[in-house]
């Protein structure tokens, strides 16, 4: 499961008809919005990532919206990597390993004498 804010920005003039479209519709949940600067918050949630991004686009596409644009995601699947990664040792085995020849150990993170 996937959760995203939006941050809508509207005409002030079209604010109402946004915000209302926004509570009607099941795309998104309303929480905020500000008429005198036309701007609304919503939530959208989706199984995965397309999911999200068909929605954003959806909303992007509605009556009045000027843009629409994602600003804070929450992203199970990139959640349980991280908890991988934490848990994962930080020092790679073959730097702990004496029967290896120090001369031996290639780094591949200067790209100067690549290119």
Known sequence: MNISSI???CKQENFEKVKTWCEQSDLCDYHFGEAKIGKIIVTIE???VS??????????QAPGVITA????SY?????????KLNAADAVPAMLNDD??????IVYNG???KKF
């Open 7 to 9: 941050v809508i920005q």
């Open 46 to 48: 989706g199984a995965g």
């Open 51 to 60: 999911e999200e991004i068909e929605k954003l686009t959806k909303i992007q």
């Open 69 to 72: 644009d994602m600003m804070m």
């Open 75 to 83: 992203q199970e699947e990139l959640d349980e990597e991280i908890k």
């Open 99 to 104: 029967t290896i020849d120090v001369k031996d």
């Open 110 to 112: 200067d790209l100067k």
